[in-house]
């Protein structure tokens, strides 16, 4: 190259046209194109460049006030860091403490014989956020309300890592994938109903979420009736209200039997 | 002179051995989501083989590929060994350990992400770190590129760079930067979160970095094909390139325009400004200059020799072209299938009209067209051209060859035409299965039998091509004629100095990059709130 770089006819056709195609560009996407919509937010030239840029100057403002709900809804916000803590070592032996109150229903080592939740190897995520709803009213319970009144959060995050820390029961060889029902293993893609699986085990798990297998028949089947009736509504984003309500009584039964180890 | 044969046929048989079991997983996934086949029990074993597929055929393949042609390139066209070779050897083997790193846990179900990654879905670190080594594998060959192309400019001052060399380094630098955007995100962003030292991601900024390597990866798998037109394909039909100007324009252009257009990929993203959004849309649009250059360049050529040949008439020279040489065939089929693509392509680069095909089958179309059609068509070109020199062998089974590219092409069309037509149905990508049996989703049904037919055409089209390869291995030696690549019609004999080097046109696509990527980056790493916790995948609830 010889002279400076000014004077050079491919320094200056190439720079110089890029840059007229950048104007340009800019140009439409940041003037013209918003000044043509027929919205009051694009009125004005610094509107219009701040909202095509993503940095919009007035729309919180003309937002209403949100919705306060009639009832009482879940408050639980999962992370998977939620429950760490500064507090978490030793929250097993607490825990074990605290839960002589609930040997009752959920049995000494957390494996109920009657028809309340099999507690033992559960994710603490799961239980640690159905105990925070029955405090707060979310999840309605007669019985359990009493139990979890008088608790500090410490207290339920203790419990759900002494229950999480038990042994899981066995499943039976007969509870694989192959064997699962449709509704377990596909669900229905055109009724909105995800594979049970692919939330509640087998498939994969996800945060909050209980384990289902080996619950007891007569407490998952009042649940899901439950969720389809909307009378438990404490799934954050409605997601099993929709999916339960969109069951069939043949698939609600189906998928009971399968996650009981068909008791 | 090919000075290291070994180490190039090393990188094009890994290729072509993980493309004859990727394109395996393809069909596999095409005939899973098919109505000849019922619903996956466990959806998991059709992600893991989505992640495995595009993991292989989007950065392994392509990337040792333009490696190996790359090496080849250097030696044939600079006519000197190459320099850094026991780099090369080592960026060789940092892919294979990467694939295998990469390659496990995704087998394992422990990352079934997808090869785009999704976050903030989080798999098993392994995966991440298989990708970044290969990555960082072929930066390794970036470099040498450079180093080799710079000796050379040492030891022939004022001399035109070849052709080839001109674009195969401008290949390697547009990878260079591109893949910068894709290990910003998986260094600063998802390794940290997989590797338990974050808790939170922004998800916003990790899909924007990921859409500044997106788009240019494109243009990178893109480039061995267009080396291939230009400085293979006049030569092995018997003509000239029309123009050797224009070809390093178009290449210079590329580099310029791969860049600034990745937020094309992010239209329904909410976190990118829409006038950012129609900047993009319009750089992409310019990308039509440089493939109009080409192929507007290239029939040229190839008139030049068909009339060479004794052909006349206004288009009656198409007659006289030398049908039966495979490059000859290779090309004009590449340029229907990138004619075709290119025409889908003006919808997703539409701000409004790619609303319509947003994340739908149309979309995988669109890009096996492209990529697995017009491009890879070449790569097979570009493979049975170099075979016998660096095998010493001959190369007979011209019939075969046919047979194998004229599969290819109507396997290609058959896949992708209904899986368009798919697309336009509304048909979702990236789902196990559908539900055909409900109401309105018949067409769909039809349209996807029809691509698992095309995609069974191509696994036998790729099974010919590797046993072409394979028994060239054995077949009688020969002397091959020393290697050349086309020659222009009018030969450079002193370029000016931004046709002779790469400079201008660096600095153009990362000021672009500046101005179109700066912005939205900044804006959302300075968006504290945009940071979510992590999904993970296959493991922790």
Known sequence: MSGPLLRNRWFVGSVGGTFLLLVFSVFVGFVWLPSAQDDSLFKGLLNSICSAAGVPRSWLGEASAPVTSPVKVSEVVMTPTTLDGPASSGAVGRGGTLALRCTMCHGLRGVSNSQTPTLAGQYASSIYKELRDFQSGARVSAVMAPFVADLHDQDLRDLSAYYASLPRQQSPATQDLQSAPDVVATGAPMRNIPPCGSCHGRLTAKLGVPWLELQPRDYLKTQLEAFARGTRRNDTSAQMRNIARNMTTEEIDASVSYYTGGQ | ?541
């Open chain 2, 1 to 541: 002179m090919i000075y290291n044969k070994r180490l190039i046929l090393a990188h094009f048989w890994l290729a072509f051995a993980l493309f004859g079991v990727a394109i395996l997983l393809g069909e596999w996934q095409m005939f899973i989501r098919s109505p000849l086949h019922g619903w996956l029990r466990n959806a998991d074993l059709y992600y893991r083989s989505v992640t495995a597929h595009g993991t292989v055929m989007g950065y392994v393949f392509p990337t040792l590929v333009a490696m190996g042609f790359g090496y080849f390139i250097s030696e044939a066209a600079l006519g000197q060994p190459l320099v850094g070779r026991r780099w090369a050897w080592a960026g060789y083997y940092m892919i294979i350990v990467g694939s295998v790193a990469a390659v496990v846990p995704v087998a394992m179900g422990l990352d079934s992400v997808l090869y785009t990654f999704y976050p903030p879905m989080i798999g098993n670190a392994f995966y991440y770190i298989g990708v970044v080594l290969v990555v960082v594998g072929s930066w390794v060959w970036v470099a040498l590129m450079g180093i080799n192309l710079y000796v050379w400019k040492r030891a022939h001052p004022g001399a035109p760079v070849p052709l080839a060399m001109f674009a195969n380094v401008a290949g390697a630098y547009l990878w260079g930067w591109t893949a910068v955007g894709a290990a910003l995100e998986l260094l600063f962003q998802i390794l940290p979160v997989a590797l338990g030292f974050a808790t939170t991601i922004n998800a916003g900024l990790s899909r924007v970095l990921f859409s500044w390597t997106l788009h240019a990866i494109v243009y990178f798998w893109l480039m061995p094909a267009y080396i291939a037109f230009y400085t293979i394909v006049p030569r092995a039909i018997g003509g000239r390139l029309y123009s050797d100007s224009m070809a390093r324009i178009s290449f210079a252009l590329f580099l310029v325009f791969a860049m600034p257009i990745g937020i094309h990929h992010l239209f329904a993203d909410p976190e990118v400004g829409a006038g950012f959004k129609v900047v993009h849309s319009i750089f992409t649009a310019m990308v039509a200059v440089p493939t109009l250059l080409t192929v507007f360049t290239i029939c040229a050529s190839v008139e030049i020799a068909a009339r060479l040949r004794g052909g006349k008439g206004l288009f009656g020279w198409v007659k006289a072209l030398p049908w039966a040489n495979p490059q000859m065939l290779a090309l004009a089929l590449s340029f229907v299938m990138l004619g075709f693509g290119g025409a889908g392509g003006l919808i997703n680069m539409s701000y409004q009209l790619d609303s319509t095909i947003h994340n739908t089958q149309w979309v995988t179309g669109h890009f096996h067209l492209i990529f697995g059609g017009a491009i890879v068509i070449m790569y097979f070109a570009l493979a049975y051209d170099l075979w016998p020199h660096l095998t010493g062998r001959a190369l007979l089974n011209l019939r075969l060859v046919h047979w194998q590219l004229w599969l290819w092409f109507i396997g290609m069309i058959v896949l992708t035409f209904p899986w368009h037509y798919a697309g336009l149905l509304g048909m979702p990508r990236r789902m196990a299965f559908y539900d055909y049996t409900a109401p309105g989703m018949f067409a769909e049904g039809v349209s996807v039998v029809m691509s698992t037919i095309g995609g069974a055409m191509l696994v036998v089209s790729a099974a010919l091509f590797l046993t072409v390869l394979i028994r060239n291995h054995s077949a009688a030696r020969v002397d091959p004629e020393p290697f050349t690549f086309s020659r222009a019609v009018h030969e450079p004999v002193s370029l000016p100095w931004a046709l002779n080097g790469l400079g201008l046109w660096l600095g153009l696509m990362i000021a672009l990059t500046i101005t179109n990527y700066g912005y939205p980056i900044v804006q959302l790493i300075m968006t504290p709130e945009g940071r979510v916790p992590p999904v993970f995948v296959g493991g922790k609830p």
